[in-house]
C-alpha cells in the first residue's frame, strides 16, 4: 500500500542555519503531496503541498518540490529561526474517492538561538 | 470563518468507560475525516465521513468504535468500554471539494487518556 518515509529526529540546528527534512514515498497513482507541521499541544496546519510532479509548493519560507523521478518531496528553509521549532509531517494523499492522507512519522525540529 | 472546531480538547477517562468526541466541521464542509496519533507517532486515517454516510471506516477498529455524521450537528467518534491503548490524540479534519482536489483542514485535537 501506499506510504511516507520521512529522516527521523530529532533534529537539531541553529538559528538561521539551513534545513532539509528529507521524504520520500511510494504510491500506486499519482498522490498529492504535503507538509504539515504541528507546534506544542496544537494540532495540524498544513505547510505546503503539491499536487503534480514538478510543482514546487512554498510558505514561510519553506518550499518542497514533488520529484516523480525519485519520488521525494523533502522540505527545504534557507534560514530557519527559533520559531519554527515543531514537528514536521510529510503525507499523501491519493485523490480518489477516499481522499484519506497517510502521514510519515514526523520529524521533530528544534532550533536553538 | 471559524476552523474546525473540537471538544473536549481533553478528556480523562477510566477503564471500560465510554468517551465521545465531538467534531464541528468548517462551515460549509461536508466531508469529515477522523485520525488517531499516537505518542511520538503519525497520524493514522481512521473513517471518512459524509453528512449522514460512512464512506470509509477501513482504518477504524471492528470493535468499540463508531462514528457518525448527522445531518444536523457535529460528528461524533464513540469509543465503548475504553482501554489503556485509546490513549491518544484524536484529530478530526474537514473539507470541502475544490474540483479535484481537496484540502483538509485539522482540528486541535482531543487528547485521550485512559487510566
Known amino acids: 500500500g501506499d506510504s511516507v518515509t520521512q529522516m527521523e529526529g530529532p533534529v537539531t540546528l541553529s538559528e538561521e542555519a539551513f534545513l532539509t527534512i528529507n521524504c520520500t514515498y511510494t504510491?500506486?497513482?499519482?498522490?498529492?503531496l504535503f507538509w504539515y507541521v504541528q507546534y506544542p499541544g496544537e494540532g495540524l496546519q498544513l505547510l505546503l503541498k503539491?499536487?503534480?510532479?514538478?510543482d514546487k509548493g512554498s510558505n514561510k519560507g519553506f518550499e518542497a518540490t514533488y520529484r516523480k523521478e525519485t519520488t521525494s518531496f523533502h522540505l527545504e528553509k534557507g534560514s530557519v529561526q527559533v520559531s519554527d521549532s515543531a514537528v514536521y509531517f510529510c503525507?499523501?494523499?491519493?485523490?480518489?474517492?477516499?481522499?484519506?492522507?497517510?502521514f510519515g512519522k514526523g520529524t521533530r525540529l528544534h532550533i536553538l538561538p | 470563518n471559524a476552523g474546525v472546531m473540537q471538544n473536549p480538547r481533553h478528556l480523562v477517562r477510566r477503564r471500560g468507560q465510554e468517551a465521545r468526541l465531538r467534531c464541528s466541521p468548517m462551515?460549509?464542509?461536508?466531508?469529515v475525516y477522523w485520525y488517531r496519533q499516537l505518542p511520538e507517532e503519525g497520524l493514522k486515517f481512521m473513517v471518512y465521513?459524509?453528512?449522514?454516510?460512512?464512506?470509509?471506516e477501513s482504518g477504524m477498529p471492528k470493535e468499540r468504535f463508531s462514528a457518525e455524521f448527522p445531518k444536523e450537528g457535529p460528528s461524533i467518534l464513540r469509543i465503548q468500554q475504553v482501554v489503556r491503548g485509546d490513549s491518544a490524540a484524536y484529530f478530526c479534519?474537514?473539507?470541502?471539494?475544490?474540483?479535484?482536489?481537496?484540502?483538509?483542514?485539522f482540528g486541535p485535537g482531543t487528547r485521550l487518556l485512559v487510566l
Open positions: 479534519a474537514s473539507s470541502h471539494r475544490d474540483g479535484n482536489r481537496e484540502t483538509q483542514y
Open positions: 504510491a500506486t497513482g499519482y498522490p498529492s
Open positions: 503539491a499536487t503534480k510532479a514538478d
Open positions: 503525507a499523501l494523499s491519493e485523490m480518489n474517492r477516499d481522499d484519506k492522507i497517510i
Open positions: 462551515k460549509g464542509h461536508s466531508h
Open positions: 465521513l459524509q453528512k449522514e454516510n460512512i464512506i470509509d
